[in-house]
Each structure stands twice: as C-alpha cells, then as structure tokens.
C-alpha cells in the first residue's frame, strides 16, 4: 500500500514515522505547498498534490486546519482513501458541506485523527465505565495544556498568519473524549474564555457539560500557560473513581492501564531517547503505587491531613496515534472499520461551533448567553 502525506510539518513528519512502523505500507510519498522540498529521509516528495495523489491508494493530510476541506475534497475526488488530522474542518459550514462531499465516494475510507481517546489510560476509563466498575458516573473532567508558543513558527506560523481556534484546535481533543466516555452530546454547556488578546481573542477556554439528570463534566484547554504539555483525566463514580490511568476503590490505589501501550516503547529526554523494558517500567510503577497506598492509608486516617493528584503521567500519544494510523491502514484493506469517522467528528465540529459562539458572546456581553 502506498501511502501520501499532505503537509510536512510535525504532524506530518509524525505520521510518516508510524505508518512506516506498518508492515502493509509499501511506500511513503510526500507533498507540502510550501516547503516542496523539504527534506525527509525514505520519503519521496512530489511537486503538487495531483502528482502524489496519482501515485498512492490512501493519504494522511496533515496541513493546516483551514486546508483541511479542499485537501478532503480533492483527495476524495482522486477515489484516494482518507485520514486527516484533528480538527476534521475549521467550521461548522466546512463539516456539513462535507457530508454531502462524502456522500458522492462510496466506497472510500474517511477517518479522523482523534487519537487522544485512544491513550492506554483513557481507553481503560472507557472500559471501566461499561463495565460498571465505576458504579454511576457524575462526573468527567479532561484538561488539555499546551504552551504553543515554542512550536508556533517551527514549521510554518500558520497558527500566527491565519490563525488557529483554540477550541476547534484544542478542545477538539477534550470534547471528543468527554463525549466518547459519555457516549452522546451534553444537553447544554456553557463557555468562558479568557487570556491574552489573539487572533481568535483567547488563549484559554472553560466548558462545563451537563449531560442530563446527574451527569456534569468540565474541560479547560489553554495554549499559553507557564506548565510542561498536560492531557489528564478525572472520572468520579459512586462505586469507585479513576485519575489518569490509576483506579481508587475500597481505599486502594490500583494500576489499571499500560503506559506504553502499542507504540514506541522509547523515552525522550531532549538530547536523548532512550529505550525501557516494558517489565521494568510496570515493576516501578507497582512499587510506587504500593508505597503511594502505605502512605495514603496512614495520611487519611488523620482528619488534619488532605490528599492532592500525585505525580504521574499517563497520557502516551504515541500508542494513540499509532492505534489511528494502523488501524486506518487495517480499514483501507477491508479488515476494520475506522475508529473515528465523520459522524464522530462532525459532532465534536457541531460542539466547538457552538462552545466558541457562546464564549465569544459571553466576553462581549457579559451575562449574555448564546
């Protein structure tokens, strides 16, 4: 299989290195409008869109959010299959046009790159939930904390010259996985935004959710923060509770996700990456967690003490990502079906649209709402 990448920035140059980890792509073609040659190791670069779309069975379009409806539209046109990343457009009119684009290419993959749903941690916390371990859940939090300032110009200052929506390109993640744990759309939410003067007039946005009778949720994202890149998450249930990959039940603390998961197993430290046995890492996780338990226990029983979030990570984007893209490649074949399509999509499209309008008009009008 070959396969196409659009766009050639970080986004792309991660794609290209986990579908060339899959064993059915034959080879990887490039194109980016503007950087034609840009150098990538093992990947031959192309002149113009037509020219790769003659060459490949299914491309990745990785350009930025507002190319994202003409390059699906152009690539479909070519009968090539698609994935394109998160956000799938960067309007609301872009996502219902699509639908009727979509409609006209029967028999073509379309996925969407919402990876963040399928972390290790967050996988579990869908699982957990289904499977009643957390008794009634009433309550989901996803935070998304990104300085972007550092990686604004890297490639391309798309994000300065054109602009990017902090919800469409940041909420997008926290929306879709509040709605895949929850299973549906909230009933009603409400907006605040707030932070340094931008393009968009934001640089942090609040959404609380109520999903009916019992259910809230809240999701914050801000792309200007003084904090290292955080993804985490809070689900609260009447039987049991679970924050970033560790479940608390019956006053234990107890492992419930692999970290690694399928991706690269590797650690990056800046200057360095290094490579840890998967045993190992589970061995000191465990250990930790059961000194974590000894002190909690002793700690609670004293009513002057209070309990924060302890240090963990648990968000791997890797696993994730290499999840979407195998798994585009397994539907492209016939052996899947997408793990995020247009339905999906469009409904975190729909909630983005009006989570902005709100937030906007609230800023404006204060006690106004949209």
């Known amino acids: 299989m070959n396969i196409g990448i659009v766009g050639l920035g970080g986004a792309g140059r991660a794609h290209i290195r986990r579908f060339r980890r899959n064993p059915a792509v034959t080879e990887i073609f490039g194109y980016d409008p503007k950087y034609p040659h840009s150098g990538v190791d093992g ?11 003659k060459e490949v069975d299914a491309v990745s379009i990785c350009t930025p959010d507002h190319q994202h409806y003409s390059d699906i539209c152009d690539c479909l046109q070519a009968k090539v299959h698609v994935l394109v990343e998160k956000p799938m457009v960067a309007s609301l ?23 963040m749903r399928h972390t290790p941690a967050f996988r ?51 929306f879709d996985l ?11 939410h409400h ?7 931008t393009r968009h007039g934001y640089t942090s946005a609040t959404t609380i959710f109520s999903f009916g009778p019992g259910v809230t949720a809240k999701s914050h994202v ?3 923060c003084v904090y290292p890149q955080l993804n985490d998450l809070v689900v609260l249930g009447s039987k049991a509770s679970y924050v970033d990959g560790v479940l608390y039940r019956s006053g234990k603390f107890t492992q419930e996700s692999d970290f690694f998961g399928a991706g690269d197993r590797r650690l990056g430290l800046n200057v360095v990456s290094i490579r840890i046995p998967q045993r190992l890492i589970a061995f000191c996780f465990k250990s930790y967690l059961a000194v974590f338990n000894w002190i909690s ?22 696993s994730a990502c290499q999840a979407i893209v195998d798994n585009f490649v397994d539907s492209v074949r016939g052996d899947a079906a997408v793990l995020v399509g247009y339905e999906d999509a469009v409904r975190v499209i729909e909630l983005c649209e009006r989570a902005e309008q709100d ?3 609230r800023r404006s009008t204060p006690g106004a709402v949209a």
């Open 93 to 115: 009119e872009d996502a219902l046009k699509l639908a009727d684009v979509l409609k006209k290419s029967p028999g073509l993959v379309f996925g969407v790159h919402h990876q």
């Open 222 to 224: 801000n792309s200007d």
């Open 297 to 318: 226990n002793r700690l609670m029983s004293n009513p002057d003490f209070g309990f924060r979030r302890f240090p963990l990570t648990a968000y791997n984007h890797d």
């Open 178 to 188: 509040i709605m895949n744990l929850v299973g549906s759309a909230p009933t009603d």
């Open 124 to 174: 579990r916390a869908y699982e957990l939930i289904r499977d009643g371990t957390l008794g009634q859940v009433f309550y989901i939090e996803s935070n998304y904390w990104h300085d972007m300032k550092p990686r604004n110009a890297m490639y391309d200052d798309w994000r300065i010259t054109d602009g990017q929506s902090l919800i469409y390109g940041h909420a997008c993640h926290t």
């Open 191 to 197: 907006t605040l935004l707030s932070g340094p003067d």
């Open 43 to 53: 990947v031959q670069l192309l002149p113009s869109l037509d020219a790769l779309l």
């Open 359 to 361: 937030g906007l008009q």
